[in-house]
């Protein structure tokens, strides 16, 4: 049974950063996205990043990309997500999410928050004005 332990939230003011970790264990097989959502009271969870180990790719999603980058250490079997430029709308509880490519997957959605198979607990990120 995959595992996941997401950890690194805070309180930051506007502008800073943080790096969210995510420890996986538990994966019988080395091809997997690993993915990270996030979620406000009364929406949807959001995807906003995703990273896919057997070709290396990383997704955005807009209100992300260039400020935030996933990135993984096979090593710490940790995936990590660096938050730069932080504004207050970044506010939420963060996800690390996983899913475990089977073969007959040709249209995976990697920002889908339905795809993903495995979830951790959540870390809160708090962005002051």
């Known amino acids: 049974e995959v595992q996941l332990v997401d950890s690194g939230g805070g309180l930051v003011q506007a502008g800073g950063s943080l790096r969210l970790s995510c420890v996986a264990s538990g994966f019988t097989s080395d091809d997997y996205a690993m993915g990270w959502f996030r979620q406000v009271p009364g929406k949807e969870r959001e995807g906003v990043a995703c990273f896919t180990s057997a070709d290396r790719s990383t997704y955005y999603s807009d209100s992300v990309r260039g400020r935030f980058t996933i990135s993984s250490d096979g090593a710490k079997n940790t995936v990590y997500l660096q938050l730069n430029s932080l504004k207050p709308e970044d506010t939420a509880v963060y996800y690390c999410?996983?899913?475990?490519?089977?073969?007959?997957?040709?249209?995976?959605?990697?920002?889908?928050?339905?795809?993903?198979?495995?979830w951790g607990q959540g870390t809160q990120v708090t962005v002051s004005s």
């Open positions: 999410a996983a899913y475990v490519f089977n073969g007959d997957d040709y249209d995976f959605r990697p920002l889908k928050a339905s795809e993903y198979m495995y």
